[in-house]
């Protein structure tokens, strides 16, 4: 619906509102999921900022707010269309001065509490005009600043997906009395992901929510290299804005001659008036809307790997042979050889690039081993690192200089490793050569693709600066992973860069499944897994379980608890254990297997709130239809006990069944039905951890407050 103030569109679970009168900036006055319009005040925060070498900022700050020229756009136009499942919205704006129009695109489908937005620049006028940052999405959050928590989260190796809340006030907007300054402030709370991990020190997710109405938003940048997101107040509240890279803080502009266009990264914004847990579920949702059609999606084979804590990238074919016998007895689905299969000298970091099977390594070469995979009922996968040449690797002199990332004329070296540019035809080349072969020769339906450095801000050949050769890089790298599964579509891709370093919705619409983490301490791994389901689908989401031989019952029952609400992705000798231990394995495999269909209709819920990285206690929650599952883990905690919150199913009755482990001493459990809250305790051991189906007998009370999220 379009008027002469105001545009509206949606469907049953959205609603968007963008004022368009002359009066004053287009903005979206409200975004959510109530239908029917909301009583809301006009927007301020222009729809599009986009920051221009020679127009600048109307106010002086390093925020994405107030540009000159997004302050300047006028409205030019509305439309709407379909592509298949997904309903369009184009937003056309203006800007007389330097004829410069903006296209944002809001897309969704309908039943889904969130949208897709990129926003399109188009130089209309008679001069280049050179960019230095353009917002995919901006708008104001109304509520008042004193009632706002952010949510955002720190990342890194080894410690991936640290959540906090905090009150926005507390963590970063002071109260400036600005209403008496008569100004907005200048101010922000930047969160700014560098170089080609996306997510090495921050998450490109993040929220807002309103503690007093409940009403939230949660957001993801989908890119694969450098971004931005910011919250920041102004007069009126709150705006957010999300970008990809920007020349502040990127390296990144891009010169735009007169009738080029260029489009901004991908981001996605889901509402709710339920707070986080209801913005988790509509994220969730339009997850699942967003990533490929692929047979792995329905299939969730559980997968077992050779590497960690196992052989640690030094397979061969006499330790080989054993493990795939035991992964096979256990009920894995996919073997996957990792690291080292290419060395034929115990040196092989910086040599890496030609990705030719060890002629020492497999006596009667690697064949044997992938046919002794395939023999035992599962698809045999390799691990490899796609992006990256040794310096010592003969790839390194046999493609040109062109093929590789180069600042100032000189290629890139990283941690003895040169990168590739795959914007140049000759580095896609070598890679397709790699994947056909392997696909073709050996017969390999699975790749764990590493990533193991950081390029940094980009590349300065044949590009307007550093920041905008390394986004053409990325989206060529997109492009290439496209074409890879047009041409192998049952293929299936693991996303992994020194664990989790880029988790992003860039990579993770096309690959099937995420590494969280090279996390190699059992007890430390919890807060990883359980905070997962935040940045990826649970059926995306692969946590290491690795039992051995030398631990105790209970914490081989912790480790594989730890992989079982996502995708259970083993390792570990279980070629070295007991008949009773691999057992273990065997019955959390069986479970596994009977609740995965489940997971990928399941919306996560954290009864404790999400974890601290040193809880005592944790717990996660995935509700799919009736059926809840519910982990638990407890790590040297001086309180045997834990009580967790279910408010949907409260005053509810229901049956609590053990799944795994289901040979170990139980834990008791109180069901209080009234309030909601399930208290469990656990025998007194160092560590445990245990997976339960929650089945309501009665109707629950409905609930419609925000749940648990913290």
């Given at each position: 619906m379009?008027s002469?103030?105001d545009v ?6 959205l ?10 900036p287009v903005?979206i006055?409200?975004l ?7 009583d809301?005040?006009?927007?301020v925060?222009p729809?599009?900022?986009?920051l ?6 109307a ?7 107030e ?8 409205f ?12 369009e919205l184009h937003?056309d704006?203006?800007d007389?001065?330097t004829?410069?129009m ?8 309908d039943?889904?509490?969130a ?6 620049v188009t130089?209309?006028g008679q ?13 104001g959050?109304?509520a ?5 928590d952010?949510l ?10 640290r ?30 992901s560098?170089g080609?991990?996306?997510t ?6 993040g929220?807002?929510v309103d ?7 949660l957001?993801?940048v ?6 931005r ?5 102004r007069?009126?509240?709150p ?9 502040i803080?990127?390296?990144?502009q ?6 080029e266009?260029f489009?901004?990264v991908p ?12 913005a ?5 949702a339009?997850?699942?809307e967003?990533?490929r059609?692929?047979p792995d ?14 052989l640690?990238g030094?397979?061969?074919?006499e ?14 689905e996919v073997?996957c ?12 970091w910086d040599?890496?690039g030609?990705w ?9 070469g ?7 995979i395939?023999?035992r ?8 690192e796609p992006e990256v040449i040794?310096v ?10 062109s093929a590789f990332?180069q600042?100032g ?9 040169y ?22 020769e ?5 790749f764990?693709?590493d ?11 044949a590009a307007d600066s ?12 997109l492009?290439?992973?496209d074409a890879?599964l047009?041409?192998h ?8 860069a020194?664990?989790?370093m880029?988790m992003?919705y860039?990579m993770l ?10 996390q190699q ?7 990883i897994?359980?905070s ?12 290491w379980?690795?039992?051995q031989?030398?631990m105790s ?23 070295h ?11 959390a495999v ?6 995965r269909a489940?997971?990928a209709t399941s919306?996560p819920?954290?009864p404790?709130?999400l974890?601290?990285w040193?809880d005592?206690?944790?717990?996660l929650?995935l ?5 809840t599952?519910l ?17 949907h199913?409260r ?11 289901r040979?170990?001493p ?13 208290t469990?305790?656990?025998p007194?051991?160092?560590?445990s ?8 007998r ?13």
């Amino acid at each position: 619906m379009e008027s002469a103030t105001d545009v509206a569109w949606g469907h049953s679970a959205l609603e968007l509102v963008v004022d368009v009168s002359p009066d004053g900036p287009v903005g979206i006055r409200s975004l959510s999921a109530v239908s029917g319009h909301v009583d809301r005040p006009r927007a301020v925060q222009p729809l599009v900022e986009v920051l221009v070498a020679g127009e600048g900022r109307a106010r002086v700050s390093h925020r994405f707010s107030e540009t000159a020229v997004g302050t300047r756009m006028v409205f030019a136009g509305s439309s709407r269309g379909t592509d298949g499942k997904w309903s369009e919205l184009h937003i056309d704006l203006r800007d007389e001065r330097t004829g410069l129009m903006a296209r944002t695109t809001f897309r969704s489908v309908d039943g889904v509490a969130a949208c897709q937005v990129t926003t399109t620049v188009t130089n209309h006028g008679q001069e280049s005009l050179v960019l230095q940052g353009l917002t995919s999405f901006a708008a104001g959050f109304t509520a008042q600043v004193e009632d706002v928590d952010v949510l955002r989260a720190d990342s890194e190796w080894l410690g991936e997906g640290r959540w906090v809340r905090h009150p926005l006030r507390d963590a970063a907007l002071p109260d400036l009395n600005l209403g008496l300054h008569g100004q907005d402030g200048r101010g922000r709370a930047a969160v700014v992901s560098t170089g080609t991990w996306s997510t090495g020190t921050v998450l490109p997710t993040g929220g807002l929510v309103d503690r007093r109405t409940g009403q939230a938003w949660l957001w993801q940048v989908e890119h694969n290299g450098a971004w931005r997101w910011e919250v920041a107040e102004r007069l009126d509240g709150p705006y957010v804005a999300l970008l990809g890279p920007t020349d502040i803080d990127h390296q990144w502009q891009h010169r735009l001659l007169p009738g080029e266009s260029f489009t901004s990264v991908p981001v996605s914004v889901a509402v709710s008036e339920s707070g986080v847990d209801g913005a988790v579920a509509a994220l969730t949702a339009h997850r699942r809307e967003i990533v490929r059609p692929h047979p792995d999606r329905a299939a969730l084979p559980v997968v077992f790997n050779d590497y960690m804590n196992t052989l640690m990238g030094d397979p061969t074919t006499e330790k080989l042979l054993p493990l795939i016998d035991a992964a096979a007895e256990a009920g894995a689905e996919v073997f996957c050889i990792d690291a080292g299969w290419y060395d034929d000298d115990s040196g092989w970091w910086d040599s890496v690039g030609e990705w030719q099977p060890s002629r020492t390594r497999f006596p009667g070469g690697i064949e044997k081993v992938i046919a002794h995979i395939r023999e035992r009922g599962m698809v045999p996968g390799l691990w490899l690192e796609p992006e990256v040449i040794g310096v010592r690797s003969p790839m390194a002199d046999q493609l040109p200089a062109s093929a590789f990332l180069q600042r100032g004329g000189v290629r890139l070296v990283e941690h003895g490793r040169y990168h590739l540019d795959l914007r140049d035809p000759r580095a896609v080349a070598h890679l397709d050569a790699v994947v056909d072969r392997l696909v073709g020769e050996l017969g390999v339906g699975y790749f764990k693709l590493d990533y193991n450095i950081d390029a940094g801000a980009g590349t300065d050949t044949a590009a307007d600066s550093a920041g905008a050769g390394l986004l053409a890089h990325n989206r060529a790298h997109l492009a290439w992973l496209d074409a890879v599964l047009e041409r192998h579509p049952d293929l299936i891709l693991e996303n992994c860069a020194s664990g989790a370093m880029r988790m992003d919705y860039a990579m993770l619409a096309r690959m099937q499944l995420q590494s969280t983490s090279d996390q190699q301490d059992f007890l430390r791994y919890p807060p990883i897994a359980v905070s997962a389901p935040m940045s990826v689908l649970p059926e995306q989401s692969a946590s290491w379980a690795y039992p051995q031989p030398d631990m105790s019952d209970e914490d081989i029952a912790f480790t594989l608890c730890t992989g079982m609400l996502g995708r259970l992705y083993l390792s570990g000798r279980l070629d070295h254990m007991t008949a009773g231990q691999l057992a273990s394995v065997r019955a959390a495999v069986r479970v596994q297997h009977e609740i995965r269909a489940d997971l990928a209709t399941s919306v996560p819920l954290w009864p404790l709130g999400l974890p601290a990285w040193s809880d005592r206690w944790l717990s996660l929650a995935l509700k799919s239809g009736e059926i809840t599952y519910l982990a638990g883990w407890q790590r040297d905690s001086d309180q045997d006990s834990v009580t967790l919150p279910l408010p949907h199913l409260r005053g509810a009755e229901i049956d609590l069944d053990v799944l795994y482990p289901r040979d170990l001493p139980e834990w008791k459990s109180v069901w209080d039905l009234d309030a909601g809250e399930l208290t469990l305790t656990a025998p007194r051991v160092a560590a445990s951890a245990r997976l339960f189906r929650i089945t309501p007998r009665t109707s629950p009370i409905p609930s419609p407050t925000e749940g648990t999220a913290r």
